[in-house]
């Protein structure tokens, strides 16, 4: 886990000095969302695959699918709230709106 | 685009069910891995290319790390409440709770203790994941964006991360890889912590 960590950090890190030191090409800059999009889509087919793959998902979901699914959206909905309230009242910065990404 | 995500999602679950034999499996670590290193390099790309998130972020500071901190006290929250309806002891449902999407750990985490709530905890953490994938898009939309990193929980580092740069700004990709990284930290040590408490 550390390594892949790692490796994640270090290539955020490589990306974003370069197009910060204004080293990559304007036009890749430009076309950098649409190519995260196509790689987006790509990971989110092969999760849907590993999912799929995976006979143990699918029998677990069969026996205690009902169980998990309530799980997974009460620890979800808490946590959104929880951060809901910190970001309203303690942090106080909702960047909600403000320089969203707009390929 | 939340369509979008759910009908490739969908797409990728019966290609996997229906059309590829478990082998298939291995390969898609390799695809996995590679697919998501390609991702994060553009997204420090955007990252790189907004100076002024690096302004707003050194203007909110050490508050950021309320984020990852509250957004883990909800999820344990959660699902230590959801425990008392299913009648199950608290701490069980502090420990699902406590996976933040991680569902190979906290599963892993839990088996030794019980293979029923290491199983719950397994998909409640696969579902997270899915529910975020979804989710993150509207959230972003109609209620904030440091609430997408709640939604990613450990994954806002890795695999949410693409979906939330994609639907927020660069400051809030920022905070997301700092949170989901600190959750994924979490993780190993809150686990066990409640099934030590049970």
Same mark, same amino acid.
């Given at each position: 886990m550390l390594t892949?960590?790692?490796?994640?950090l270090v290539l955020l890190i490589l990306g974003g000095l370069l197009s910060y030191k204004g080293l990559i090409h304007q036009k890749l800059i430009r076309r950098a969302g649409s190519i995260q999009l196509f790689f987006l889509y790509v990971l989110i087919f092969i999760m849907g695959l590993r999912i799929g793959l995976d006979r143990d998902i699918i029998d677990a979901i069969y026996s205690i699918g009902f169980r998990a699914g309530i799980y997974s959206i009460f620890t979800i909905s808490f946590s959104a709230l929880m951060v809901f309230i910190v970001s309203k009242f303690i942090i106080r910065s909702h960047p909600k709106g403000e320089g969203e990404n707009d390929y | 685009m939340t369509i979008k995500i759910l009908l490739v999602?969908?797409?990728g679950v019966a290609t996997g069910m229906f059309l590829l034999e478990p082998e298939f499996m291995a390969n898609t670590d390799i695809l996995l891995d590679v697919g998501l290193c390609l991702l994060l +390099? +553009?997204?420090g790309i955007d990252i790189g290319n907004n100076k002024k998130a690096f302004v707003h972020l050194k203007k909110t500071g050490i508050k950021l790390l309320? /984020?990852?901190i509250s957004a883990a006290v909800g999820s344990i929250i959660g699902g230590m409440i959801i425990s008392i309806f299913f009648g199950m002891n /608290? +701490?069980?449902g502090g420990a699902i709770g406590a996976g933040f999407g991680w569902y190979s750990l906290s599963a892993i985490l839990i088996a030794p203790y019980s293979a029923e709530i290491s199983t719950i905890? +397994?998909?409640t953490n696969v579902f997270r994941e899915i529910l975020a994938i979804i989710f993150i898009p509207i959230v972003a939309k109609h209620i904030g964006f440091f609430e997408t990193i709640a939604l990613g929980g450990a994954t806002s580092m890795d695999t949410t991360l693409p979906i939330i740069t994609r $639907?927020? $700004?660069?400051?809030?990709a920022v905070v997301s890889f700092v949170s989901g990284l600190l959750m994924s930290i979490f993780v190993p040590i809150l686990v066990p912590l409640f /099934?030590?408490?049970i």
């Open positions: 892949n960590v790692l490796l994640y | 999602l969908i797409s +390099f +553009f997204v309320l /984020i990852p /608290i +701490f069980e905890a +397994f998909l $639907n927020t $700004n660069s400051e809030t /099934i030590a408490l």
